[in-house]
């Protein structure tokens, strides 16, 4: 069992290049979001999902988008990428609901110089 | 506005005491908090979560308690090892649809 998956683990991109973070789960949860993770700011919410076709807007979506096709799959696409978006990229899924355990993938390292 | 306020500073203990760590939460009243632990590099693990009406709940050397009237959650490691040197979350409901953390606190276990 796979858990979440995330794709790359590191990336660098130059300042206003577009990539996609891709996020898949094997699990079949209806929930998954996604959060950046700065040092001493905890983990922000960009976006999240309550089943495919719906997407909602967390505490820091600027400059981020998603789109939820498939029940497995939530890429993050971010849409020019500036130095402010420099983080570690968590994507999380839950079964049905927060109220019950989250997973969460490895991460992914990025960097735009 | 919602807040959750976990101490940003490490908390350093020797190794077999009682690691205690605190959540406060205030402006609104969750239904149930998550703890979380995270290692460097990786992504937060499940640990335990509380419901409003539970007091207390526990797991192996992990006790959560849960005082609404407080608005705090406690979250204690007992006879602590060095491999519970980690930064451990908490994530209070705050009625959204998805989870919303504290900062996180590092514990550090000496040997």
């Known amino acids: 069992n796979a858990g979440v998956t995330q794709t790359p683990k590191f990336q660098v991109l130059k300042t206003g290049q577009s990539m996609t973070l891709q996020c898949a789960q094997d699990?079949?949860?209806?929930?998954m979001s996604w959060y950046r993770q700065d040092p001493g700011m905890g983990l922000r919410l960009i976006h999240y999902?309550?089943?495919?076709?719906?997407?909602d807007q967390g505490e820091v979506p600027n400059g981020y988008n998603v789109s939820r096709s498939t029940t497995e799959d939530f890429p993050l696409r971010l849409l020019s990428a500036a130095p402010s978006q420099t983080s570690v990229y968590f994507c999380?899924?839950?079964?049905?609901?927060?109220?019950?355990?989250?997973?969460f993938g490895q991460g992914t390292r990025l960097t735009v110089v | 506005s919602q807040k959750i306020e976990q101490n940003s500073e490490a908390l350093n203990i020797q190794e077999g005491k009682t690691a205690t760590l605190t959540c406060n939460y205030t402006?609104?009243?969750?239904?149930?908090l998550q703890w979380y632990r995270q290692d460097p590099g990786r992504g937060p693990v499940f640990l335990l979560l509380?419901?409003?009406?539970?007091k207390e709940k526990r797991k192996e050397r992990l006790k959560v308690t849960f005082d609404t009237t407080l608005k705090q959650s406690l979250f204690h490691i007992t006879a602590s090892q060095p491999a519970d040197s980690a930064t451990y979350l908490c994530?209070?409901?705050?009625?959204?649809?998805?989870?919303?953390f504290g900062s996180g606190t590092r514990l550090q276990v000496q040997p």
């Open positions: 699990m079949n949860h209806e929930y």
């Open positions: 999902s309550v089943g495919a076709g719906i997407t």
């Open positions: 509380i419901r409003e009406n539970e």
């Open positions: 994530a209070p409901d705050t009625g959204r649809r998805a989870l919303t």
């Open positions: 402006n609104y009243s969750p239904a149930y």
């Open positions: 999380a899924s839950s079964p049905y609901g927060w109220n019950t355990e989250a997973f």
